[in-house]
């Protein structure tokens, strides 16, 4: 089902130095919009941690210093951030390509400088979430969560689904309560199945966002089971009545318009209006990945569908 946005402006800006900008998380603090998420290159899945600020969502942006966060890992990026009482709170990956990885959790009065504090969560070996990345913090209900990938071991490539956590505190700083698998492989049909021939990757770069309703949606990337390589990963809605589910996919919402895909994303809901903040890769910028930002109506493309 693709939906009838009314703007879409991609791509949003250039970055100065590398080759690709990915999974973007805009954030505002009140008088200047941030905008975090990952820079490098997919060439050899290099990635630091993209920051830049603008006036307004359409910019003009700026893009600062790659921040330098007190981790360790070997895919330290996709950050999820969120800020409320004038603190940023940052929860980011260390792994994605490989078993293991921690949940870290930072925090910053003005999105430059950070303090990285104890991990919120870590990954359970040999379990489903034998290996956890792409958190992204959300309140839902008035409580707070953490949706997030978990994966079992692979032998080509993860086959991750959504996981979800809970602050038993009530705050950002946890402890963080596991309620479990949220989506699973099989909840999208639109999705390559396991058993794909030629299986591409799992459910990836999920959010959840508290709908007018009070129903919830579930944003992430999918990939579709037919077309050739580079053309197959797409964003795609679902919605559930509580924030456990069960979700039911609207499926994907945005066509790239030329040859391409689109991915990771962020959505905001203010005064009437989505507004999707997402990935793509077109011809139109070398098959690189840049951001774009997508507005309609919610009203009538998001509740009159799922109603």
Known sequence: MKFNFETNVFPLFHPQSVDDLKDPC??????????????GTVTTESWKILHATA??????????????LAVTGSGIAAPGVIHECGVFHM??????MKSGGRCEHAVSNDGFHW?????????????????????????????????????????????PDVYLA??????WFGPWKRLGKILDHLDVPHHNAREHPDYEWG????????????????NATCFLPDGPR????????????EVQGPYVSVGPVLDPGEPGENGHSTVMIDGGKLTLFYQSRREATNHRWRFGLARCDLDQQVLSRVA
């Open 26 to 39: 805009p954030v505002f603090d009140g008088t200047l919009w941030h905008v975090f998420g990952s820079s």
């Open 55 to 68: 006036p307004d969502l359409y910019g003009p942006w700026t893009e600062h210093e790659a921040l330098d």
């Open 91 to 96: 929860f980011i990956q260390t792994e994605f």
């Open 115 to 159: 303090v990285v504090l104890n991990p919120a969560i870590l990954s359970l070996p040999d379990t489903d979430e034998d290996g956890i990345y792409d958190p992204h913090p959300a309140i839902i209900g008035g409580k707070r969560y953490i949706v997030y990938s978990g994966m079992p071991k692979f032998t080509r490539v993860p086959q």
């Open 166 to 171: 809970r602050s038993q505190s009530d705050s």
């Open 203 to 218: 459910i990836e770069g999920a959010q959840l966002v508290e709908l007018p309703d009070g129903r919830v949606l579930l």
């Open 230 to 241: 580079g053309s197959r990963q797409r964003v795609f809605f679902a919605i559930a009545d």
